[in-house]
Nanobody, 124 residues
Framework: VQLQASGGGLVQAGGSLRLSCVAS????????MGWFRQAPGMEREFVATIGWRSGRTYYADSVKGRFTISRDSAKNTMYLQMNSLKSEDTAVYSC??????????????????WGQGTQVTVSS
């Protein structure tokens, strides 16, 4: 599975961005696709994930109500709509795919496939 993320950029606080992640290869082998982020000097953290077949979504508390994860199965593409952005959302955002068990969906090491990161910078 190959993943290609795009859509990052510089935005003012309160603004919006939409990230995309296109999957190619054996995408049917992955049950979940998700987003993680890593700020400078920080650990990589879970943002959101979506069940590829079920469409069920899961979010980190820090983004719940502001971010929306979705997918277009026909296009093998996952999206992250980010609204009401805050300076603390500044990070490199990476998409991931895999088949973690439900208790592990927020753990980055449970995902087998990763795309390159895309930088999101929120200015205050």
């Amino acid at each position: 599975v190959q993943l290609q993320a795009s859509g990052g950029g510089l935005v003012q606080a309160g603004g919006s961005l939409r990230l995309s992640c296109v999957a190619s290869g054996r995408t049917f082998s992955s049950n979940f696709m998700g987003w993680f982020r890593q700020a400078p000097g920080m650990e990589r953290e879970f943002v959101a994930t979506i069940g590829w077949r079920s469409g069920r979504t899961y979010y980190a508390d820090s983004v719940k109500g502001r971010f929306t994860i979705s997918r277009d199965s026909a296009k093998n593409t996952m999206y992250l709509q980010m609204n009401s952005l805050k300076s603390e959302d500044t990070a490199v955002y990476s998409c991931a795919a895999g088949s973690p068990i439900l208790s592990m969906i927020r753990i980055s090491t449970a995902y087998a496939y990763w795309g390159q990161g895309t930088q999101v910078t929120v200015s205050s």
